[in-house]
């Protein structure tokens, strides 16, 4: 499969040879350089509406004054909002509170300036009050740009929700290569988690019978390659490298629009990520960021992968990385996932094996290993390795 344009993705609905439709229900994607000139052109289904602006402290200064030129030229009511806050913004219940009780009941679209969180909020608020949402993305920090689904922070975990896509993403690399070094280490993180993703869904359609798509999982590691192509030049903001990340996280959002579920963006990385991730949350402290939770969760994974392929003989033709080279991926962009850096204790290491399925249900090697009774093994003995390092 050659590069694929990620902005030829939009508004997009094939027959593909897996038997199923895909669409993609988002009506414009603009990346790269100078792409947020084009948000006047996504303004123009929005001329004369009610918008309800938002951003953070960090965000806003960005563009805001920009995106407010251009949104008095569409002759469109702006009601902006800053969110304020001296640690990173959790996506819980009392966060989506905040902005429903803030947002005018007769707006007409909300429009975003931001990444994670905010982001996530946006389409929280869109689908549940089924009102558009414009996002501009200033990190290239995660993959949910264009997912239709959010993990919400309720009930004492970490849950997917099923909700909408946005309107339209734009993801400027003049903002993004700005991003902070632990954003940015963040969504390597969250790319290289792409590799354990597309093994565990091919495990589940071995052992379950689970639907599996070529077409979406080609996608996927073909992004994911173009990558860690230029993992070294990350750290140098080189503009090209930044844009292929932005590109490939938003195709991995894409990929789960396709699909309907987050499957081929998330395996068991992610759920011993969201198990850390909840248990470490603090009132008024900074929680480390979602994908270098994911980096960690990632090198586990693959040493799972690498003891259960010489027990069990398991293989599939999609490249995985050795535990090694994804530390090695990582700490070139600061030690973000490190065990130390997480807060990671020994004990919540460990009972992350047992409870990493807990958010979704879904078929995984966790899931894999706990019916050959070998998952308390493993979690033993690697957790031994990675706190003797």
Request: proline residues 5%; aromatic residues 8%.
């Amino acid at each position: 499969m050659g590069k694929i344009d990620v902005s030829t993705l939009a508004n997009m609905q094939m027959d593909c040879a897996c038997g199923r439709t895909h669409k993609v229900p988002i009506k414009n994607i603009f990346t790269g350089t100078g792409a947020i000139d084009k948000l006047p052109e996504i303004l123009e289904d929005f001329s004369g509406k009610k918008v309800f602006f938002i951003g953070d402290e960090n965000t806003m200064p960005m563009a805001e004054a920009k995106m407010l030129d251009m949104l008095a030229a569409k002759n469109c009511t702006v009601v902006p909002y800053t969110f304020k806050s001296k640690t990173h913004l959790i996506l819980d219940e009392p966060l989506i509170g905040s902005m429903l009780i803030r947002m005018p009941s007769d707006t007409d679209f909300i429009l975003t300036l931001g990444s994670g969180t905010l982001n996530d909020l946006s389409r929280v608020i869109s689908s549940r009050c089924k009102i558009p949402y414009i996002i501009v993305g200033t990190a290239p920090s995660m993959d949910g740009y264009a997912s239709s689904v959010s993990p919400v922070v309720m009930d004492g975990g970490k849950h997917s929700v099923q909700l909408c896509v946005p309107y339209a993403i734009v993801t400027d690399t003049d903002l993004m290569k700005t991003a902070p070094e632990e954003m940015l280490s963040s969504g390597v993180g969250d790319i290289l988690g792409k590799y354990v993703a597309l093994w565990d869904w091919k495990l589940a359609q071995q052992e379950t019978g689970e639907y599996f798509c070529e077409y979406i999982a080609d996608m996927i590691n073909d992004a994911v390659k173009r990558c860690v192509d230029g993992i070294s030049q990350i750290g140098n903001r080189n503009p090209q490298v930044i844009t292929d990340m932005a590109e490939t996280l938003v195709m991995s959002g894409v990929a789960i629009s396709m699909h309907g579920v987050s499957r081929p963006a998330s395996g068991c990385e992610h759920q011993l990520a969201h198990y850390w991730e909840v248990a470490l949350i603090k009132p008024d402290t900074n929680t480390p960021l979602h994908g270098n939770f994911v980096g960690l969760g990632t090198e586990i994974a693959c040493r799972m992968y690498q003891i259960a392929g010489e027990e069990f003989g398991i293989k599939f033709d999609y490249p995985l990385p050795s535990p090694s080279e994804i530390s090695d991926y990582m700490r070139s962009l600061g030690s973000y996932s490190s065990i130390e850096t997480l807060g990671v204790t020994k004990e919540m290491f460990y009972d992350s094996f047992f409870h990493a399925t807990a958010a979704n249900g879904r078929y995984t090697l966790i899931s894999y290993l706990e019916e050959k009774g070998r998952l308390e093994a493993y979690a033993k003995q690697i957790t031994e390795e990675f706190f003797a390092k």
